[in-house]
């Protein structure tokens, strides 16, 4: 074998083994799709220098483009509501995640919703008025409770399932197949790293929180 295949090999299995480190899960073919969409790819943004610099700048990149698909998100989210009963986006997702979470108490609804609190009682009290949830003491504390979609919830979300998924259909219609599978593992990636930051540091300053992660960065990748 000449020495630039083998020197092409080396470099494969380097690549695959930092992709396994950072998805344990991940399997042979995960991999492949990852390395033929990353070669495929070509990210367009302003010149970048190396280093510190690059690295900045393609964080702040990521970060522009992150919120102008926010937005764009939370447009096909309004259209997709505007002519049904629901006030707002978190009207759907609090029904979803009651169903999702079966009998949570408020607190819980409003923690996987990642509301702010009062926020999330008032959403509650809304959907309480309009019969679609249901609030009654917990059983075993008093002092809490609990909420459960009713039928008419049931009802007012299945009629939206359709247009939910035409939103989806939007957003994710310029990748292909391959594309989205990467994008996903990616997503769900970060989904783990930020639900459990969210529950212990929720109350933080941001500058303590981004101290938080790169100290668990740190820790991570020490030998």
Known sequence: MASGQNNQLVELM???HAY?????DCTLADFCRFYLATEQTTVSHAPVQTGTQQSTDIISALG???GR???FVSFYWRKAIEHTEMSSIEDFVYLSYAILLDRPTKSELIHHCI???PTGIEVIKRLVRRG???EYPDEHDKRSKRIEITAEGRKELQ???GNIYQVSEIVFHPLSETEKEML???LVKMEKLHTTHYGERKKQEIGAIYNGLSANETNTNKP
Do not use: A, D, K, W
């Open 14 to 16: 380097n690549r695959y």
């Open 184 to 186: 996903y593992q990616l």
């Open 132 to 134: 679609l949830l249901t």
């Open 20 to 24: 396994e480190q950072e998805n344990p």
């Open 69 to 71: 698909l926010t937005g």
């Open 64 to 66: 522009r483009v992150f």
């Open 159 to 161: 009629s939206l399932y």
């Open 115 to 117: 509301s702010e609190f």
